[in-house]
């Protein structure tokens, strides 16, 4: 069973700098795009923030574009975002992704999420 955890959120001051991980219980050669969702505590729908393909090329909504950024370590299996100049807007529950398949069978797997308060 594919399991991804993430970790590395928490509490920080606007301005400040977190990253995100989310370590995979398999090979993360296996998804084809792996990225990084939040949902606000007011929002009733996640937020696409960023995502990876399998071939490296990137993509960022815009209101994180050049403050975030996503990167994956193969060898440890383990997606990243690394948050920097964060805003009180970015305070959400952060979920990362990874996608397999195509069409019909297409299947998203989430992890359980980690949350990121920027509060002063």
């Known amino acids: 069973q594919v399991r991804l955890v993430e970790s590395g959120g928490g509490l920080v001051q606007p301005g400040g700098t977190l990253r995100l991980s989310c370590a995979a219980s398999?090979?993360?050669?296996?998804?084809?795009?792996m990225g990084w969702y939040r949902q606000a505590p007011e929002k009733k729908k996640r937020e696409s923030v960023a995502?990876?393909?399998?071939?490296?090329?990137?993509n960022y909504t815009g209101s994180v574009q050049g403050r975030f950024a996503i990167s994956r370590d193969d060898n440890a299996n383990t997606l990243y975002l690394q948050m920097s100049n964060l805003e009180p807007e970015d305070t959400a529950m952060y979920y990362c992704?990874?996608?397999?398949?195509?069409?019909?069978?297409?299947?998203?797997?989430w992890g359980q999420g980690t949350q990121v308060t920027v509060s002063s």
């Open positions: 995502a990876i393909n399998h071939d490296g090329s990137t």
């Open positions: 992704h990874g996608d397999t398949g195509e069409g019909q069978r297409a299947f998203r797997y």
């Open positions: 398999t090979s993360i050669f296996n998804f084809n795009k």
